[in-house]
């Protein structure tokens, strides 16, 4: 006999997955109480990284059902969701994501679809590597510095490099110039032998 699985998630200790369950069984899935895995972590950790999937894939077998609401409970991101969907298709466990009308995500049907949304996560984050360069290109021909922000001016350099000539330890010429150690140290190895 198929099992049926309920996987849950909200982000916050304030919300609820009931709504979730309640969904589920609105779309006529009986799931039983021991097999529903709710649980409350960010978007942001990927699906093999959470507690509750982990725990929830180590109790699925071949021939199984998992039912999720939304596509963003099984990972962060298009390429992890992906990850997910493959992964239990490999032990044999059929996904059904309601928001795609249901559909099982290991059928041919579902396989099509996930491969538009991979397709559309791909362009999306090329276009962001896009937007990324030409905002980079932009402010260099504005003149602007690009990265972190110098610690010491070249006039506090060439203090510090004076200071450890005549003998100043590298952390009493870090407390005189009120930086790290670190970049005293710097300064010092950046210096031709």
Do not use: W
Not at 25 to 35: C, D, E, N, S
């Amino acid at each position: 006999m198929t099992r049926v699985f309920a996987y849950c998630r909200v982000s916050t200790a304030g919300q609820t997955t009931d709504n979730q369950i309640q969904e589920i069984a609105a779309a006529g899935f009986k799931v039983l109480p021991t097999r529903v895995i709710a649980e409350t972590i960010s978007g942001s950790v990927a699906a093999g990284e959470r507690p509750g999937f982990k725990k929830l894939m180590d109790k699925l077998e071949a021939g199984d059902v998992l039912v999720v609401t939304k596509l963003d409970r099984l990972g962060r991101n298009a390429m992890d969701v992906r990850g997910s969907v493959e992964a239990l298709a490999g032990i044999g466990v059929r996904v059904h994501c309601l928001a795609l009308g249901g559909v099982d995500l290991t059928s041919a049907a579902g396989k099509m679809t996930m491969g538009v949304i991979a397709a559309v996560a791909e362009f999306e984050r090329d276009l962001l590597v896009e937007r990324t360069q030409a905002g980079l290109a932009r402010a260099k021909s504005e003149g602007k510095v690009l990265g972190r922000p110098r610690a010491l001016t070249d006039a506090q350099e060439a203090e510090a490099l004076q200071r450890l000539a005549n003998g100043d330890a590298v952390a009493a010429v870090a407390r005189a110039l009120k930086t790290s150690r670190a970049t005293v140290m710097r300064v010092r190895d950046s210096q031709p032998a």
